[in-house]
């Protein structure tokens, strides 16, 4: 058997295991994450010279320039954990313009991890009054700390290199990555899949989720570098998965995998960079058990490293992207990520329990732009999923769109959410593509920014060209969004092209076999074809997809049985204008109801309900294929005027 030894450092009262990526005072743990504690190794270990800045940005950070910061902030840091001071030092000068020097006395040993499990065996035998089993040939050091000043020269030797063995494994990972860095190109294209929630608490998913999406952000900003979207990495969550066939999906020549264990207030991130080309691991890191009050540096250290392993050289704009913090306060912080967890549900009641969380955040600070921006998203997401009224809620989405653009004009998410709100709700189409202009300007990376501009351009166009064009762009970056593709949909039906609308939903529901909504238009897309029976089939395969009891699914069954198309929306009408009476309905879909039936009086009369109820379907009347039979009445010619002249 081999003996593996340790190395140990004490520094005074504090002591270093380089192997456990430990640093305690006097027994008690020190936190430190992981990029400063390997500088830290690396300046005890060399504190016979000056250590200069380049050769540390060489071996930590790739040397690139723009780390330069990044390597004060991690000096800093060590400073900090040590309780030193750069005015007076007592373990690290720093020699301006030149590097670092470690000044400290330190005591070097090494610990034979045999001899520690043999000598935990005696203790055991010897409270038990039984003899201790031999262990011939078993020590090769003697039963206590080496001092490497009380050894020979050839045995100090022989240490040195059964150590570098050692920690071979330590540094390894990160000479792979730079060896790797010096040998191909910059990598441009990553997906970061979900960070698994090692908690096994169901309730801390916010927390893997939100770093996930704080990363895909982070990284969308850097120029040049292709980061797929949230809506398509979102679909490998809990899944095994192929790093290969993960990239050849997405396209993309890396992907991130990882995890976040959090225990108390304590929370470590574990992430590995993996090479879609033949699955090689090109770079992995963990983090040290960090306070949840530092989840900002845990954040940035991540990314700053991620990129670094991307051989992706800042530029000084990006560097600032990264460098921005939306709030100083964890704990809203953390509330924000809540809400966006739930929003991200769109189910009612938990698009109501992100506003609560969102109106935490703000209250523990005011000046948090992005959470006012979750709040405008989910005060509009109430009015999109039917449940409240536009003049109830899409007021108060404006009012926080613009609360967040008072405190950051460049935050592109609040341009596009105050594009759509001046979309659907203001209908002020010219102020909407100004907002979806800037927010692209901002984040040209952003697939919700496309997107959702390609799904408002048929609004102030007369063409579906430039739409359809958007929505190419914002494929690339989100292939697998459900949200993306069924708008695509949506679009593709409003320009008339039927038959690519239902393979587009079609694509869709592969993607989510159990979206309901997709199932919706697709019932559209044939009904306006005339296939009543396919139309109807989707049907029911959208109340069964929204959970729809299979007692009402029969008797649906049996009244198109019974009655056919038209006799079964007679009862839909019936059961809409009951609900009307309890509340709210969308006035829009009692008009395709009345159409269907040849009611045009009626449909009319409720197309103007949703004109002055500002219904959010109303700047689409100029092109819905369900409404063709309207469109000779001069009221309904007046209406389409008075949408696009209404502001």
């Known amino acids: 058997m081999v003996a593996q030894l340790h190395k140990k450092y004490r520094l005074g009262d504090f002591e270093l295991e380089p192997d456990t990526l430990r640093l305690t005072y006097n027994g008690s743990s020190v936190p430190l994450t992981h990029k400063p504690f390997q500088v830290l ?39 900090k954990a040590l ?50 089993p031999k262990v011939e040939n078993l020590i090769l050091l003697p039963e206590r700390s080496i001092r490497f000043k009380r050894w020979p020269v050839f045995t100090i030797l022989a240490l040195a290199a059964i150590t570098v063995t050692a920690l071979g494994t330590w540094y390894g990972m990160r000479d792979s990555a730079k060896t790797a860095a010096g040998s191909s190109a910059p990598i441009r294209s990553i997906a970061v899949l979900p960070l698994k929630n090692q908690t096994g608490q169901a309730e801390n998913d916010y927390l893997s989720d939100g770093i996930t999406e704080s990363l895909i952000a982070s990284l969308s900003q850097i120029d040049n570098l292709k980061v797929i979207a949230r809506g398509s990495v979102f679909n490998f969550k809990e899944k095994e998965v192929d790093p290969v066939e993960v990239g050849r999906q997405l396209n993309v020549a890396a992907v991130m995998m990882g995890s976040v264990r959090s225990n108390g207030d304590m929370v470590r991130i574990s992430t590995r960079l993996v090479s879609t080309e033949d699955g090689s691991v090109i770079w992995a890191s963990e983090t040290a058990n960090r306070s949840l009050i530092d989840v900002f540096d845990l954040q940035d250290e991540v990314t700053h490293s991620t990129l670094a392993a991307l051989r992706v050289k800042l530029t000084s704009e990006g560097e600032r992207h990264l460098a921005k913090r939306y709030t100083n306060n964890a704990e809203a912080y953390q509330l924000y990520l809540k809400g966006r967890y739930h929003w991200e549900k769109f189910i009612s009641k938990d698009v109501e329990k992100s506003i609560e969380y969102f109106h935490q955040a703000i209250n523990l600070d005011p000046n948090f732009a992005l959470a006012f921006t979750g709040l405008a998203d989910a005060y509009f997401a109430l009015n999109g999923l039917g449940v409240a009224a536009p003049n109830d809620v899409m007021p108060k989405a404006k009012a926080a769109a613009a609360r967040a653009l008072e405190i950051d004009e460049t935050l592109a998410e609040a341009h596009t959410s105050l594009g759509v709100i001046k979309d659907i709700y203001d209908w002020d189409f010219a102020g909407a593509e100004r907002e979806f202009k800037r927010a692209i300007e901002l984040n040209p990376n952003s697939s919700t920014g496309h997107y959702l501009y390609a799904k408002f351009l048929p609004d102030i166009q007369n063409s579906f060209d430039d739409s359809i064009k958007q929505f190419h762009k914002a494929l690339e970056i989100d292939p697998f969004s459900v949200g ?157 005027l008075r949408v696009r002249s209404t502001q």
């Open 484 to 640: 993306v593709n069924k708008d695509f949909g949506e679009t593709l039906y409003y320009a008339r092209r039927y038959d690519e609308a239902i393979e587009q939903w079609k694509k869709t529901l592969k993607i989510e076999p159990n979206h309901a909504v997709s199932h919706s238009w697709l019932a559209r897309a044939y009904e306006v074809k005339g296939d009543y029976d396919l139309a109807f089939d989707e049907i029911i395969k959208q109340r069964i997809s929204s959970g729809v009891s299979p007692e009402h699914i029969e008797v649906t069954k049996e009244t198109y049985a019974k009655y056919g198309w038209k006799g079964f929306w007679q009862e839909q009408l019936i059961l809409a204008k009951q609900r009307a009476n309890k509340g709210y309905v969308e006035p829009y879909f009692l008009v395709w109801n009345y159409v269907r039936l040849g009611q045009r009086d009626q449909a009319l009369n409720w197309l103007e309900r949703a004109f002055e109820s500002r219904s959010s379907w109303m700047p689409t009347i100029k092109f819905d294929p369900l409404l063709d039979d309207l469109r000779s009445d001069s009221r309904f010619q007046s209406l389409v």
């Open 83 to 132: 309780n030193d001071a750069t005015e007076n030092p007592r373990f690290i000068v720093t020699h301006w313009a030149e590097g670092y020097r470690f000044i400290a006395e330190v005591e070097e040993t090494v610990i034979d991890s045999e001899i520690q499990r043999i000598r935990g065996l005696r203790i055991k035998y010897e409270e038990e009054d039984q003899p201790a």
């Open 41 to 79: 190794v690396y300046l005890i270990e060399h504190r016979e010279r000056v250590v200069a800045r380049r050769e540390l940005l060489e071996k930590f950070w790739q040397g690139h320039d723009i780390y330069e910061e990044s390597l004060t902030k991690c000096v800093g840091a060590i400073r």
